[in-house]
């Protein structure tokens, strides 16, 4: 889901199911811990200070800074990512899940990914009874997009390779054009 922040834009808010198990990569600060309310990790463009945040009117105490130091210009996926427990979701958020009865996730774990979801799915449904879950495996999806982004990558590939064999004739006709002035003083 994402969220519009002033000052900031567009950002995407990622709600972690048990935030001990798995957090982003951190530049400064520590992780979230998942006893405590309204703490958050942030990437170095929503906030490049550990405090307060203000989101919808809530205050977050931002934990820390996420991100894998590439310099400062070089494009970081946790620039505009809030993360966050998914009990602390801001309200607009929760309103909008609750629209669409539907809630998509990633399962991110170091250990068992399988588990992991199981363990949501039960932990959901002794919540909320009524709830139904269905699991959708998206390897193939991926392998789909994998396989284009390398098609993509071939035909990237074609200027270079074309000014390549351009330069080679240019080349050969330098030299005969050589041989040929060559030719004609003897």
Known sequence: MTLVLPKVGQVAVVGLVSPGDWTPPLLQGTSIDSNKSNEIVVGRLVSDHIGPLNIEDKT??????????????????????????IKDLPDSIKKEMEKRHLLRFIVRSNADPTAEIERFITAITDIEPGVQAAVVNENENYQREKNTRQGVNEVMGYPYKLFLIALINCV??????????GKKFH
């Not at 050969?172 to 002035?181: A, P, Q, V």
């Open 172 to 181: 050969n006709i330098s030299y005969l054009w050589i041989y040929l002035k």
């Open 60 to 85: 977050y105490r931002v934990m820390g800074i996420a991100g894998e130091d590439r310099g400062e210009k070089l494009i970081n996926v946790y620039n505009f990512k809030i993360y966050m427990d």
